[in-house]
């Protein structure tokens, strides 16, 4: 097997781990210890119920197609004991720079509409901020040393919470 087969197998079945381990925890068994998966009663509850579910599916979309980019195209993944070859700057991250904890805040919150349990908005604002002092402590400061100039370009182009409405194009 060649050395990017095997590397990509690696990172593939790194990155399930990950996933469950992560995401599985921040976003599945926290919110099952908040809310045991009962729902509530509130006021628009149906319509509020149904663009939590619509938050949840995005969400999961979006952090599966995040974490399988960083596996095939990153050749990594998204755990710091196992980094990616190369910057990742396809897929969602033409739009925004961390779609992971977008992701994951989507399902949180979408959650949080659909049981309407106001302690699950309460613990995603906790996560939000951990998300963003941990891009801008470590994230950020150990891709511009791993991939300066196109960390650097990246950073540039995209931002870092709020998607862009037209997906950049890496070199343009």
């Not at 579910?53 to 197609?65: F, I, M, P, Q």
């Not at 897929?91 to 779609?99: E, I, K, Q």
């Amino acid at each position: 097997m060649n050395d990017t087969r095997s590397r990509r197998l690696l990172a593939g079945l790194g990155t399930l781990v990950f996933l469950f381990v992560a995401p599985g925890f921040v976003a599945g068994l926290v919110p099952f210890w908040i809310t045991r998966w009962r729902y509530h009663s509130y006021p628009g509850a149906p319509i509020l119920r149904a663009a939590g579910v619509v938050l949840v599916l995005a969400g999961l979309a979006a952090l599966l197609e995040s974490f399988w980019r960083f596996a095939v195209k990153g050749l990594g993944t998204p755990a710091p004991v196992l980094p990616t070859r190369r910057l990742v700057v396809s897929g969602l991250y033409r739009f925004v720079r961390n779609p992971m904890y977008l992701g994951v805040a989507a399902i949180v919150v979408g959650q949080a509409m659909l049981f309407g349990d106001v302690r699950l908005l309460e613990y995603g604002a906790v996560v939000g901020g951990a998300f963003h002092a941990f891009v801008l402590l470590y994230e950020e400061p150990t891709l511009a040393e791993a991939y300066p100039a196109e960390y650097a370009e990246f950073r540039a182009n995209v931002p870092r919470w709020t998607p862009r409405l037209r997906p950049w194009r890496p070199g343009s």
